[in-house]
């Protein structure tokens, strides 16, 4: 009943920046927190960012904290991930996930916390 659609993955080089986004339909009413992950091969599926969509309140990895931002359009139900300064680790399949309660003051950062999933968008940056 929730469909998530991310889009903007693409080659890059390293020091440049992308913009992922994450459309959101179905019943997005019944979506609390939504956060991005990624996946590098031979890697665990690991937490980049996440926000809420009422307050907006945002939390980051220790690794993409100052050069990621996530941000939303409750609008166009649309979530977003700016990446910018990326280097080749950054290089992942990207996920978008929703989690239909929650508190403001969590973060989420586990897969288990999540319901919904969309199907990635890869990121490339090259050296």
């Known amino acids: 009943q929730v469909q998530l659609v991310e889009s903007g993955g693409g080659l890059v080089q390293a020091g440049g920046s992308l913009r992922l986004s994450c459309a959101a339909s179905?019943?997005?009413?019944?979506?609390?927190?939504m956060g991005w992950f990624r996946q590098a091969p031979g890697k665990e599926r690991e937490f980049v960012a996440s926000?809420?969509?009422?307050?907006?309140?945002?939390y980051y990895a220790d690794s993409v904290k100052g050069r990621f931002t996530i941000s939303r359009d409750n609008a166009k139900i649309t979530v977003y991930l700016q990446m910018n300064s990326l280097k080749p680790e950054d290089t992942a399949v990207y996920y978008c996930?929703?989690?239909?309660?929650?508190?403001?003051?969590?973060?989420?950062?586990?897969?288990?916390?999540?319901?919904?999933w969309g199907q990635g968008t890869q990121v490339t940056v090259s050296s």
């Open positions: 996930a929703g989690r239909p309660t929650g508190s403001q003051y969590i973060a989420y950062q586990q897969m288990s916390d999540y319901d919904h």
């Open positions: 179905g019943r997005t009413f019944s979506l609390y927190t």
């Open positions: 926000i809420t969509w009422s307050g907006g309140r945002t």
